[in-house]
């Protein structure tokens, strides 16, 4: 897709230098573009009076130049084609890490309510920690808990001593009243689940697995309770089984905020306060995970972690929870750009 515009670039500028004269022989694209760049400058302070006359022929034998209008009309255009260029990468790259979702996909929407939560009676049995669950909770506060809906909104440290059993992507105080949507659906399209078993083959090639039903959870760029700000967060839990071994795939595609203003967090920024948390919790007091920058100001930077060598991606075995790839050390932050060092 990018190739075709790329391809779409070279066309606009070569019908331009037909049209108008750019003075550019026969050559590379890249002539036209830094000929027609450096000219549109030199004529960007022209008057509307002197850019509207007629520009005349050349003589004959001397190079075309191109008219003030033409030059600018060709710049114009050729900026819209690289800024499509942009966002077709983004898109594409959105796409390699997040799988589908959305209303396209029959995804079902969780309720535009704070705090809110979503009650999902599975299809088949999904054992997390060596235990069967048959009902799960999509909680906007970015959790997906068993047996029971989490409406918490300030992350504690796990182990919880409450002992509840969940995942949590990206645990934090998600208000979609004021932006964004939750989605989540069952599956066993085949074509999701060949990606699925597809990747999960790829991160633990020992284990063989096959995926026959998985739930996709989207948080799609959903805003922190008391914001002031357009700021969103982007992430996904996948939950998926053969029936005898489960994985979970986290997906971190755009993180903008930490903390809720209800969590101590700046109403502006979002950030501050008690941070997000993600990781697991088994509900046994013992047994647990906590995926490294959790509930520190480091959790921002998430989607430039990872356990598999894919930035914004986290993958786990957890029906016998086993950890894989994870950094040795927690990262740190530094203090002038929020880096992970």
């Known amino acids: 897709m990018v190739g075709w515009v ?30 027609t760049f450096l000219l549109s400058l030199g004529t960007s302070s022209h008057s509307k009076d002197s850019q509207s006359e007629a520009v005349p022929h050349p003589p004959i034998g001397e190079a075309p130049h191109f008219g003030a209008v033409g030059m600018k009309a060709s710049y114009h255009v050729l900026l819209l084609l690289l800024g499509a260029v942009g966002s077709v990468q983004a898109a594409e790259d959105k796409a390699s890490l997040l799988y589908p979702y959305g ?89 999701l689940l060949a990606l699925i078993t597809n990747d999960i083959n790829q991160y633990f090639p020992t284990i063989p697995y096959t995926a026959t039903w998985a739930l996709v959870a989207t948080w799609d760029h959903v805003a922190y309770y008391g914001s002031t700000t357009n700021k969103g967060n982007t992430f996904q839990a996948i939950l998926t089984t053969d029936t005898k071994r489960s994985f979970i795939i986290l997906n971190y595609w755009d993180i903008q905020w930490t903390t809720g203003a209800a969590s101590d967090g700046d109403p502006e920024t979002g950030l501050g306060g008690t941070p997000a948390h993600a990781g697991f919790n088994s509900g046994d007091d ?37 950890v894989t790839g994870v950094p040795a050390e927690v990262p740190k932050v530094s203090k002038s750009n929020n880096c992970w060092l």
Not at 14 to 34: H, M, Q, V, Y
Not at 106 to 126: A, I
């Open 6 to 35: 790329f391809l779409m670039v070279g066309w606009v500028l070569e019908i331009f230098r037909l049209k108008e004269g750019t003075g550019c022989d026969p050559k590379p694209i890249s002539c036209c573009l830094n000929s």
């Open 286 to 322: 013992t047994n647990f995970y906590n995926i490294p920058g959790s509930q520190t100001e480091a959790i921002i930077n998430i989607t430039k972690t990872s356990n598999v060598n894919i930035p914004g991606r986290w993958v786990f075995q957890v029906d016998d929870f086993k």
């Open 103 to 191: 209303l396209e996909q029959q995804d079902q929407k969780n309720p535009k309510l704070d705090d809110g939560t979503s009650e999902v009676t599975l299809t088949v049995p999904f054992t997390f920690y060596g235990q069967e669950h048959q009902t799960l909770y999509v909680n906007n506060n970015g959790v997906i808990s068993f047996d029971t809906r989490v409406n918490q909104y300030t992350p504690d440290p796990f182990p919880l001593a409450d002992g509840r059993p969940f995942v949590a992507p990206y645990w934090a105080d998600v208000d979609n009243v004021l932006g964004g949507d939750v989605f989540y659906r069952q599956t066993t399209d085949p074509a």
